[in-house]
């Protein structure tokens, strides 16, 4: 038995290892499918922390490139973004909302749940620990109306430098998209 859970242990810390030697990788592929968009000059690009997804704003096309790995970025206006919101760990921090956009903000939040961070069964957390902060778009569109950006993916304390940046640049993105949403 105790054979099994330190093969178990090992193998979990070798697709940590490779996960995260891996994430480079990703971001350049998130990079060729941003410089691949013809005519798009974006001045703020943000890539997920699990380099899964990304982000980037062209203000003078006023357009947002939404970048997801193996795919080609797919470019939207900006009045296609009707809201932007900033979670921790699942519970709102901050948003910014386009004017008039109230009803079908909720209307597409209806079919939304929040982002959600998995942890074990019965796992007891303190306050002061934080295991994602999160930025989400919320678009005029009935398939697809979320898009999540990771900014801060791995558990840090409240009080740890990385934590207070990851709020930091979320709150700065938020300014951004409401300029947009204006």
Partial sequence: ???IVIALIVAIALGAFFWHKDEPRREQALQTSL????????????FG???GTGIALDPGSREIGL?????SA??????????????????????VQRPGADARVSELKKKLSPPVVHRA???????QEVRRVELRLILDADTA???D????????RETDAVYGEAVSAGKHWLAQLGGLMQ
Avoid at 121 to 127: A, D, F, L, P
């Fill in 145 to 147: 109306p979320a898009y």
């Fill in 121 to 127: 069964e019965g796992e007891i957390t303190r306050w």
């Fill in 49 to 51: 922390a699990d380099g």
């Fill in 1 to 3: 038995m105790a054979v």
């Fill in 74 to 95: 797919q470019r939207i206006p900006a009045a296609q973004v009707l809201a932007a919101e900033l979670y921790r760990d699942g519970e709102p921090l901050a948003a």
């Fill in 149 to 156: 950006v990771r900014i801060l993916d791995r558990e840090v």
């Fill in 67 to 71: 970048l997801r790995p193996g795919r």
């Fill in 35 to 46: 410089d691949a968009m013809q005519g798009f000059n974006p001045s703020l690009t943000l």
